[in-house]
């Protein structure tokens, strides 16, 4: 019941901020993105979305099965009562920072053992709010390298609500044409420039920015690339496109093959 809960809350986070990121891309937009291709994307999240809601549901009542408890649950809720309505703000930022570490090694897994399945993402060569999305068999993949390391230091239920909605627009913010940046917030929180280079076609930026939520894990493993404020670099995969069709988009792993390093873009 839990996790049906967690992932009805996800959803409906992930719902709310991606109706606000759409009106700050159209009110500030970095590039034009076509409506075309903002469908083609939505049609690909139509699919995504239900096989990923089956399967971590189906998932996470398996791991629940085992009955393992968390070996640490961080008191972010309870803990954090006495400083009053401060911790509304504080407790969902400690869960999501918790969150974004053991997204940050899962990713880097995915780049190093999962890349044909990774590349799916990475081939998008238009990026928007909307074009975030992975392959099918991506939460197969997070689940089981991440969720379930995750699951033995948690958070109090009482900030799932709002850190569903604060990782919501944040995956999708780091992802959209919009010129709107964190002012001097970009140096603990990660923007859409930051997230962009690692999604460069440039080798200089290949295997950089790994983080989602927070910049502190590159600036602590090492893998962090300071982007300059003019730099917009070309996205997607020199070595194959984008899927244009949704049988591109589910085969696109089979037809990456074997390839397991990134191809610079070349110039003429």
């Known amino acids: 019941m839990q996790v049906a809960i967690d992932v009805a809350l996800g959803f409906l986070g992930s719902a709310f901020a991606f109706a606000m990121l759409l009106v700050i891309e159209l009110i500030a937009p970095n590039e034009r993105i076509s409506i075309a291709t903002r469908l083609r994307a939505w049609g690909?999240?139509?699919i995504a979305i239900p096989i990923n809601v089956l399967?971590?549901?189906a998932m996470g009542a398996a791991w629940q099965s085992f009955g393992l408890r968390p070996l640490y649950v961080l008191p972010v809720g309870e803990g954090l009562r006495s400083w009053g309505w401060a911790a509304l703000?504080?407790?969902p930022i400690i869960a999501a920072?918790?969150?974004?570490?053991?997204f940050y090694w899962f990713h880097r897994a995915e780049h190093a053992f999962l890349w044909r399945f990774h590349a799916v993402h990475h081939s998008i060569r238009d990026l928007h709010g909307g074009s975030?999305?992975?392959?099918v068999t991506e939460p197969v993949f997070r689940f089981a390298l991440m969720t379930i390391p995750a699951s033995f230091i948690t958070t109090d239920v009482s900030v799932i609500t709002a850190m569903s909605t604060v990782l919501g627009l944040q995956q999708l913010y780091v992802h959209s044409n919009t010129s709107a940046d964190l002012g001097w917030g970009r140096v603990l929180f990660v923007d859409n420039r930051f997230h962009r280079i690692h999604h460069s076609l440039d080798e200089r930026h290949f295997d950089k920015n790994f983080g989602a939520m927070t910049t502190l894990?590159?600036?602590?493993?090492?893998t962090a690339y300071w982007p300059a404020k003019?730099?917009?670099p070309e996205v997607g995969l020199a070595e194959i496109d984008e899927p244009r069709s949704v049988g591109e988009y589910l085969d696109l792993p089979l037809r990456f093959g074997r390839k397991a390093e990134r191809v610079p873009q070349t110039t003429e």
């Open 44 to 46: 690909f999240w139509a």
């Open 97 to 102: 920072m918790l969150n974004d570490f053991f």
């Open 55 to 57: 399967v971590v549901m």
């Open 132 to 135: 975030g999305y992975h392959h």
């Open 230 to 232: 003019d730099e917009w």
């Open 89 to 91: 703000i504080i407790a």
């Open 217 to 222: 894990w590159d600036r602590l493993f090492g």
